[in-house]
């Protein structure tokens, strides 16, 4: 059986999908520190004028101690879902399964959310239905530096990204700005629809 170990992020990565689609059982780690500058509270889509984040504002400790993911807080004061809602009906209204997805994916931006590892989970939940991807899910109850399970943990760095070298497939925007590898899931399933769960199992990828 192939276990891998994963970080929930937000609107995983294609590298991330990949590792899940290909796995006999994936175990999420929720008992590690929190970390900036990662896919835990960031994804990547393909815009008009190149490559675009969607952030999740967090709530910051004041005295800088370390916490938790699992205990992180969204902050609310901006309306950011609805912006992220908004991004990507302008990046994706002209792709081939938008609407496909729309009507399935639009609660997930219209709801109150605190914690960002549960509204993670939630999302990736959501993604692995209308994706098509069977897969056993659990959590971590202890933090391992060196895990049982195939490390894919790695995946959650968005500084210091590897190039996987994926295959290529037709992105909204590729005639005026080029391709953009590994976006988050949400670009590949707005433009391959269906055929995404065969992309991602056919996809080579190399876990530490």
């Known amino acids: 059986m192939k276990t891998v170990l994963l970080y929930p992020t937000f609107f995983p990565s294609i590298a ?3 590792a899940i689609s290909q796995a006999d059982a994936v175990v999420f780690e929720v008992q590690d520190n929190y970390q900036k ?5 960031r994804a990547y889509i393909s815009h008009s004028g190149g490559k675009m984040l969607l952030g999740v504002p967090i709530i910051h400790l004041k005295d800088n101690k ?3 993911t699992s205990e992180i807080c969204v902050e609310n004061e901006v309306p950011w879902l609805y912006n992220h809602w908004k991004s990507l009906q302008t990046a994706y ?3 081939p399964f938008f609407e496909y997805y729309e ?10 959310v605190t914690s960002l590892l549960d509204f993670n989970m939630e999302i990736i939940e959501v993604l692995l239905d209308l994706i098509g991807i069977d897969v056993s899910i659990s959590k971590t109850t202890e933090f391992h530096k060196n895990p049982e399970q195939l490390d894919g943990r790695f995946l959650a760095d968005a500084k210091k990204e590897k190039d996987h070298g994926f295959e290529t497939y037709h992105q909204v925007f590729e005639n005026v700005i080029g391709f953009i590898p590994n976006l988050s899931v949400l670009d590949l399933l707005f433009n391959e629809g269906p055929n995404t769960i065969s992309y991602l199992e056919s ?3 190399d876990l530490e």
Request: net charge positive; proline share 4%; aromatic share 8%.
């Open 93 to 95: 209204r002209t792709s």
């Open 37 to 41: 500058q990662t896919y835990r509270n």
């Open 103 to 112: 009507e399935d994916l639009a609660p997930l931006f219209k709801k109150e």
């Open 66 to 68: 370390r916490k938790k």
């Open 203 to 205: 996809q080579k990828l």
């Open 16 to 18: 991330t999908m990949v």
